[in-house]
């Protein structure tokens, strides 16, 4: 099967039965979402969801959570992996927006690096999700479920599979691909005990033929 039509295959699954995929992170505003990514690494998207609640509450933009100590913001963090270094990086990020950015989340990804706790993934996220930028963020689930479907190939790098991604996904639906990507692998394409009796994406999926041959 060529490589366009394996992307045509799936676009089309996802668009039939997922259409308007969005985050399972709980926000309501950019700097509610930035918060939420930082403290989504290594962690589950449920964990991120009970933690935040409280902490925007006490901390509900970038200038008082700049005000705040570290163990101050440790102390609604706590149950989330990695406390220590993300309460550090969370007011370290609050006081560059405050610093720098008029204490406003910027729209490009160049700019979203530039802040504590946020590389290139978390840097996607944003823009994607907040301001529908025309790129996809590669965590874990999306590295390994376009490559188990042949989506990216011979991609040992997250970057390595987001170039080969943005080059075949259409512009307007790199939104949405991110979260067909990350969902499908968060409930079927398991990293363990896949649920390839569920996936309908099984009949030119390279990974399911490859193990059923």
């Known amino acids: 099967m060529l490589l366009k039509e394996r992307y045509k295959k799936t676009i089309d699954y996802f668009l039939k039965n997922g259409p308007d995929p969005e985050t399972e992170l709980e926000y309501n505003d950019p700097f509610d979402l930035i918060v939420a990514v930082i403290l989504s690494a290594q962690c589950t998207d449920k964990r991120v969801n009970m933690i935040t609640p409280a902490l925007m509450k006490a901390f509900p933009d970038a200038e008082s959570m700049a005000r705040a100590g570290q163990q101050e913001v440790f102390e609604y963090i706590r149950s989330c992996t990695y406390p220590n270094s993300k309460a550090k990086h969370l007011v370290g990020m609050a006081r560059m927006l405050v610093e720098k950015f008029d204490g406003k989340v910027p729209r490009e990804q160049h700019l979203l690096q530039q802040l504590p706790g946020v590389g290139r993934k978390t840097a996607n996220v944003v ?87």
């Open 127 to 213: 823009a994607s999700v907040v301001y529908r930028k025309p790129v996809i963020a590669v965590d874990t689930h999306v590295f390994r479920v376009s490559g188990r479907i042949g989506l990216t190939v011979n991609a040992k790098t997250p970057l390595e599979a987001e170039l080969q991604l943005t080059k075949n996904i259409p512009a307007d639906l790199m939104h949405n691909a991110h979260h067909w990507l990350l969902l499908h692998g968060r409930y079927v394409c398991r990293a363990r005990n896949p649920l390839c009796s569920d996936c309908g994406l099984k009949s030119f999926c390279k990974y399911y033929n490859k193990k059923n041959k």
